[in-house]
């Protein structure tokens, strides 16, 4: 459900730039702390954590349109800097076969790397605490699907009175191209409207949202338990 | 995912004009395409738009198969008709945006060679972002064959039915489970075939 499945042209050009910009830097700055060497190693792991979560959006539960994301486990196995460029390349890979637009991969890495992070660190923390490997990584996972699921939330948010300008826009011009925040002024009813329909979304999203957290949760917390039971080696836990 | 193989299979086995043009033409004629999509809110002019590709993808002789690839991107445009407040003029500006979006991208990977493609952008984009991106590109295709191999043994062996919910639950994770291991050895070695054959952090690719 973090998954921004937006397609190109929806959200206003400034918020999907900032969107690229941001993650770039981000990109360039956990890269530029990443040994090269350590790198260069882990690339082929890296090729193929994100080869699974390809896979993963392709199995798709069809009644609430969810699939796993499989993005904490992944966060789990390469950690932190390494899961930002793998679902830096997950999104570039998802919007080249056509799932979301390629205009939206910057907010999709960011919101989707929330979730590989968080889970990561989330999971790390009730691992300490708990010292049982299921309830720590459903924890972990559910936790980091609710922020980024929010997050996902405040950058639709961010683009409502762009939707409200297409919504009203039939028949008052053929192109569009702003680079600014500036906007049209709306009368105290269609800022409502616009309010409104954002609950509405909340409203059918959060519910789906919900059912995808646990799924998700059970699903990688099932995924941990048969992983560690083969190859103990690979989720590094301490005892 | 399985119409992915399909999709290389056209791109280097395809004839066409289109199959043939120089893949920094096509990318050039996405990035035009997408330029349109992100500034057009014009219902006819996105139609036309939709119409032209449509027919490029027919005279280019993709596989028909992979036309449904292009569809797919629809079931998470329907979350807008809740955010519009069921607009008919927003939502055909969605969906005719995601649909021209869709086919074009599809159409740029069924009539390139990803090599070709990961060649070009490698002209632009950091040396290893490009080969993450190779390197996940050619993990799809080996994982692939073990997903479609665990999918057929848990269904041979009844491993998912709907009537044992929890059971099946436990299977798809366990199948998830094999393919990461798997995935994992598999990408060990990876690793060290690249490094008896020179690997020394970057990879060169062949010419157009």
């Known amino acids: 459900m973090s998954h921004i499945h937006f397609p190109d042209g929806v959200l206003p050009v400034w918020l999907w730039a900032s969107g690229f910009i941001v993650a770039i830097l981000i990109g360039g700055i956990l890269l530029r702390f990443t040994k090269k060497e350590e790198l260069t190693r882990r690339l082929p792991l890296l090729g193929m954590m994100a080869a699974v979560m390809v896979l993963g959006a392709s199995v798709e539960i069809v009644p609430i349109a969810y699939h796993v994301n499989l993005t904490v486990f992944s966060g789990i196995l390469l950690g932190p800097s390494l ?10 890979v998802l919007a080249l076969f056509g799932h979301g637009g390629i205009t939206v991969i910057g907010l999709n890495t960011l919101t989707l790397s929330i979730e590989g992070i968080l889970g990561y660190y989330c999971f790390r923390f009730f691992w300490r605490v708990l010292k049982r490997l299921t309830p720590a990584i459903f924890l972990g996972t559910f936790i980091a699907l609710l922020f980024s699921t929010f997050a996902m939330i405040g950058v639709v948010g961010l683009g409502t009175s762009h939707y409200e300008e297409l919504i009203h826009q039939e028949g008052k011009g053929i192109f569009e191209f702003h680079l600014s925040k500036e906007k049209e ?55 | 995912m399985i119409q992915l193989s399909y999709l290389d299979y056209s791109a280097v086995e395809g004839k066409s004009f289109l199959h043939r043009l120089s893949p920094t033409l096509k990318i050039i004629g996405m990035l035009l395409v997408l330029f349109v999509i992100v500034t057009l809110r014009h219902l006819p002019g996105l139609f036309l738009l939709y119409v032209i590709l449509l027919t490029l993808f027919f005279v280019a002789r993709v596989p028909k198969k992979i036309f449904s690839l292009t569809l797919y991107p629809l079931i998470f445009a329907f979350l807008f008709i809740f955010l519009s407040g069921f607009q008919i003029f927003f939502i055909l500006l969605i969906f005719l945006k995601v649909l021209c979006g869709s086919t074009g991208v599809v159409l740029l990977l069924a009539s390139t060679p990803y090599p070709s493609i990961f060649s070009v952008l490698g002209r632009v984009l950091p040396s290893i972002f490009v080969m993450a991106l190779f390197l996940t590109y050619r993990s799809i295709f080996i994982l692939l064959t073990v997903l ?21 639950l436990i299977n798809i994770s366990n199948g998830f489970g094999h393919l990461i291991i798997q995935g994992i050895d598999a990408s060990e070695k990876m690793y060290e075939s690249m490094l008896i054959r020179g690997f020394k952090g970057k990879i060169h690719y062949r010419g157009e």
Do not use: C
């Not at chain 1, 609950?199 to 560690?228: C, S």
């Not at chain 2, 269904?155 to 044992?164: A, E, I, M, N, S």
């Open chain 2, 148 to 168: 479609e191999e665990t999918q057929h043994a848990l269904y041979l062996r009844g491993g998912v039915q709907w009537k044992h919910p929890w059971r099946s």
């Open chain 1, 83 to 92: 899961i930002f460029l793998a679902t830096f390349v997950v999104n570039v």
């Open chain 1, 185 to 239: 002024e709306h009368h105290p009813g269609e800022a409502a409207e616009e309010k409104v329909n954002l609950r509405r979304f909340m409203a059918i999203v959060l519910p789906l949202g919900f059912i995808g957290w646990i799924l998700e949760g059970v699903i990688t917390a099932l995924i941990a338990r048969y992983v560690q039971r083969l190859r103990p080696d690979l989720l590094r836990l301490k005892n």
